[in-house]
């Protein structure tokens, strides 16, 4: 008995042992680099022994800001030449709409019909930075929209001068938020979109990202953007590590 016992316990330590051996080195081997505390790989850890297709993304949540004065908060002006387009930065809105920081964005696809797609006449725009990897950039805008409102866009990303995706987007999400809607979409595997395109997108790379959007008729969709203030935190999510169906996702290398 006492011998069996003792080739019994010496098999199951060799078969531990063994299980070690095996595991062990492909979790240690993309060890090598670690991605810095927020991020995380989307490229490279199918290939533990090559760290030279590893790619890492960093989450980044921004809100979006007025830059025009408090004497005239309508973003609207920058298409007329007056003020900045709104941008986007990390600091979360602390003041209510009624304040002097909040921003607004009269829109109403007449100017994308009959003018310019996405002309910042008429369509909400707005421009800023994000220094890194991009991989998907979802977006929370708010609006006041008419009874009517289709729940239809027209949208557009442009990364570096590059036009990503421009689309007429039908059902886009949205909730009522006091008297106001939540529209969330996000564009999705923009790593290969850019890729496709021959931009580059490493952890180095200043981007400069314009986002547009307007509703698609004319008579039933004006709508009045609002952000800048915290029953409206309009803002852009870079890298976000958890969609859901609660965003319409978007993606360019589809089709």
């Given at each position: 008995?006492?011998?069996?016992?003792?080739?019994?316990t010496?098999?199951?330590a060799?078969?531990?042992?063994?299980?070690?051996?095996?595991?062990?080195?492909?979790?240690?081997?993309?060890?090598g680099?670690?991605p810095?505390?927020?991020?995380?790989?989307?490229?490279?850890?199918?290939?533990?022994?090559?760290?030279?297709?590893?790619?890492?993304?960093?989450?980044?949540?921004?809100?979006?800001?007025?830059?025009?004065?408090?004497?005239?908060k309508?973003?609207?002006?920058?298409?007329?030449?007056?003020g900045?387009?709104?941008?986007?930065?990390t600091?979360?809105p602390?003041?209510p709409?009624?304040?002097?920081?909040?921003?607004?964005?009269?829109?109403?696809?007449?100017?994308?019909?009959?003018?310019?797609?996405?002309?910042?006449?008429?369509s909400?725009?707005?421009?800023?930075t994000?220094?890194?990897?991009i991989?998907?950039?979802?977006?929370d805008?708010?609006?006041?929209?008419?009874?009517?409102?289709?729940?239809?866009?027209?949208?557009?990303?442009?990364?570096?001068?590059?036009?990503?995706?421009?689309?007429?987007?039908?059902?886009?999400?949205?909730t009522?938020?006091?008297?106001?809607?939540?529209?969330?979409?996000?564009f999705?595997?923009?790593?290969?979109?850019?890729?496709?395109?021959?931009?580059?997108?490493?952890?180095?790379?200043v981007?400069?990202?314009?986002?547009?959007?307007?509703?698609?008729?004319?008579?039933?969709d004006?709508?009045?953007?609002?952000?800048?203030?915290?029953?409206?935190?309009?803002?852009?999510?870079?890298?976000?590590?958890?969609?859901?169906?609660?965003?319409?996702?978007?993606?360019?290398?589809?089709?």
């Open positions: 008995m006492r011998s069996t016992l003792t080739r019994s010496l098999a199951t060799m078969v531990m042992t063994l299980a070690l051996a095996v595991a062990g080195p492909a979790a240690a081997t993309h060890n680099e670690q810095p505390a927020g991020c995380r790989w989307i490229r490279g850890t199918d290939t533990p022994e090559d760290h030279t297709d590893d790619v890492y993304v960093c989450r980044q949540n921004t809100w979006i800001h007025t830059t025009i004065s408090a004497d005239s309508l973003g609207n002006l920058a298409g007329f030449g007056q900045s387009l709104p941008s986007w930065d600091r979360m602390t003041e709409m009624t304040s002097s920081s909040s921003g607004f964005y009269v829109t109403n696809s007449a100017f994308h019909q009959l003018v310019a797609p996405q002309d910042p006449r008429g909400f725009v707005a421009q800023g994000y220094t890194g990897v991989d998907n950039v979802a977006v805008l708010y609006a006041f929209v008419s009874p009517t409102y289709s729940q239809d866009l027209n949208l557009e990303l442009v990364v570096d001068g590059e036009p990503i995706l421009a689309a007429t987007v039908v059902d886009v999400r949205n009522t938020v006091g008297n106001l809607r939540r529209i969330r979409y996000a999705t595997n923009l790593y290969d979109a850019m890729a496709q395109l021959g931009m580059s997108n490493q952890n180095e790379t981007h400069t990202l314009k986002l547009a959007a307007n509703g698609v008729y004319i008579i039933d004006p709508m009045v953007f609002a952000y800048d203030a915290t029953e409206a935190p309009a803002g852009v999510v870079f890298n976000h590590d958890a969609l859901t169906s609660a965003y319409t996702q978007l993606d360019p290398t589809a089709g």
